[in-house]
C-alpha cells in the first residue's frame, strides 16, 4: 500500500488543479461542495487529530484556505464560522455513521 495522500493533495485532486495558489488570499483555483469537504475529512481521519466530524471538517476547510480554494463559492473561513453556528449539522448528520465506524 502507498502512502496516502495528504490533505492539500485531495483537495488539488478535487479541483482539478496541479498546486496551491501563490496568493490563495487573491488568486482562487477552485470552488467545492461543502459534502467534498466532509468525504475528504472522513478519508483523512486516521491521520488527523480531531475528535469529531466537525473539527476535521474545520481542519479541511483551514488547508482549503490556505491553497486558495473556496467552498460552495465563499472563504472558508465563513463556511468554518457557519459550521460553528450548527448551519451544516443537517449535512454532518449525514456522514456522522461514516465518521464513527471509519
Not at 71 to 88: L, Q
Not at 90 to 95: G, P, Q, T, W
Amino acid at each position: 500500500m502507498g502512502v496516502k495522500p495528504t490533505i492539500t493533495e485531495l483537495l488539488l485532486k478535487a479541483v482539478g488543479a496541479s498546486e496551491p495558489s501563490g496568493d490563495p488570499a487573491h488568486k482562487k483555483i477552485g470552488d467545492l461542495p461543502f459534502e467534498k469537504v466532509v468525504e475528504i475529512a472522513l478519508e483523512k481521519k486516521q491521520d488527523l487529530l480531531a475528535r469529531s466530524l466537525k473539527a476535521a471538517v474545520k481542519t479541511v476547510l483551514g488547508s482549503a484556505r490556505s491553497i486558495g480554494i473556496t467552498v460552495d463559492g465563499k472563504d472558508p473561513k465563513v463556511v468554518s464560522m457557519e459550521v460553528d453556528r450548527g448551519a451544516y449539522d443537517h449535512v454532518l448528520a449525514r456522514y456522522e455513521d461514516k465518521w464513527i465506524s471509519a
